[in-house]
T-cell receptor
Framework: SQQGEEDPQALSIQEGENATMNCSYKTSINNLQWYRQNSGRGLVHLILIRSNEREKHSGRLRVTLDTSKKSSSLLITASRAADTASYFCAHSGGSNYKLTFGKGTLLTVNP | NAGVTQTPKFQVLKTGQSMTLQCAQD?????MSWYRQDPGMGLRLIHY???????DQGEVPNGYNVSRSTTEDFPLRLLSAAPSQTSVYFC??????????????FGPGTRLLVL
């Protein structure tokens, strides 16, 4: 399987703390994406980082990409209870237009 | 724009029954795909399409058929439902680009229970 892996599988923090989630993958990629899924809902795109980029920011989100280690991290700063959700990384490589998802990290932010 | 819509939201089937999960998008996206999500497994790609008339298999295609007669619609057919197909099904769409798969927009999902 070319499925990526998120680490940790579950993370519980207090409101105001930072949350860091990691993602590893096995193949060469064109880009890597992070998605959020609230319980019982569809996935919502958060951020896309291309293979020639090392870091990207969007609001309270910071994503890094290390293609030599085939890994990425998602940092959520000053977390809020509303950030409670599952977070998935997904990578795209080659020209087949397939997006391969990891198994996700369940983030719980306690008020 | 409605984005990506899926019907039905919930369905119960008996083993051996057939059904079609509907997916439509109004964003003129070339690429559409179907995923299933099972506990602890993340999302797994079933079938995808890069344009009208063009479909291909994903990671777990067995037991499912698709067709793409228009840009807007991408139905998923279960020919003979099995309990192993109990899952949550998500449809997604995106633009095509030369830089790999772009941002995917997901529908709300269809929860399927096969008894």
């Amino acid at each position: 399987s070319q499925q990526g892996e998120e680490d940790p599988q579950a993370l519980s923090i207090q409101e105001g703390e930072n949350a860091t989630m990691n993602c590893s993958y096995k193949t060469s990629i064109n880009n890597l994406q992070w998605y959020r899924q609230n319980s019982g809902r569809g996935l919502v795109h958060l951020i896309l980082i291309r293979s020639n980029e090392r870091e990207k920011h969007s609001g309270r989100l910071r994503v890094t990409l290390d293609t030599s280690k085939k890994s990425s991290s998602l940092l959520i700063t000053a977390s809020r209870a509303a950030d409670t959700a599952s977070y998935f990384c997904a990578h795209s490589g080659g020209s087949n237009y397939k997006l391969t998802f990891g198994k996700g990290t369940l983030l719980t932010v306690n008020p | 724009n409605a984005g990506v819509t899926q019907t039905p939201k919930f369905q119960v089937l008996k083993t051996g029954q057939s059904m079609t999960l509907q997916c439509a998008q109004d964003m003129n996206h070339e690429y559409m795909s179907w995923y299933r999500q099972d506990p602890g497994m993340g999302l797994r790609l079933i079938h995808y399409s890069v344009g009208a008339g063009i479909t291909d298999q994903g990671e777990v295609p067995n037991g499912y058929n698709v067709s793409r007669s228009t840009t807007e619609d991408f139905p998923l057919r279960l020919l003979s439902a099995a309990p192993s197909q109990t899952s949550v099904y998500f449809c997604a769409s995106s633009y095509r680009s030369g830089g790999g798969q772009e941002t995917q927009y997901f529908g709300p999902g269809t929860r399927l229970l096969v008894l």
